[in-house]
């Protein structure tokens, strides 16, 4: 609709309790949304990090939308945007645009935070549908 439109986003951050990259993009679509810019798709990021178990060494959990303290304690970093659309159905849905990944990750554990991360991105492409649907109430 409008060729060769390019739209400069400026993000000021007042306070950083962990999750930066994701928050920011996240915060990025929604004002892009809320001021029902046309996208063709739009994204959905997550962070997520692994901090070792204290009572088993040789394990370790996995936390959603991690705080800084929990930033600095984890043995893997890892930050994901998605292609996210509604309906959950298009061909582009699930497509992995940007990722991080800080430490050192085993196939199968990154198959495990990834799988994770797709959830969570999922939940937010619904609440940012949710969000849009109902301004428009």
Known sequence: QYPRQCISIKVLVL???GS???????????ALLDASIPLRHYLAAVQLVTVPDLQHTDNSHI??????????????????????????DKP??????????????GLEEYHTILQEAQTLAQALSRTFHDAVASKFR
């Open 63 to 88: 936390l959603l939308d991690p705080t800084l303290a929990e930033e600095h304690m984890a043995a893997v970093k890892f930050f994901a945007a998605f292609v996210a659309d509604a309906t959950l």
């Open 15 to 17: 306070q950083n309790d």
């Open 92 to 105: 582009a849905w699930g497509k992995v645009v940007a990722e991080e990944i800080r430490g050192e990750v």
């Open 20 to 30: 930066l990259a994701a928050t920011v993009l996240n915060a990025a679509m929604l």
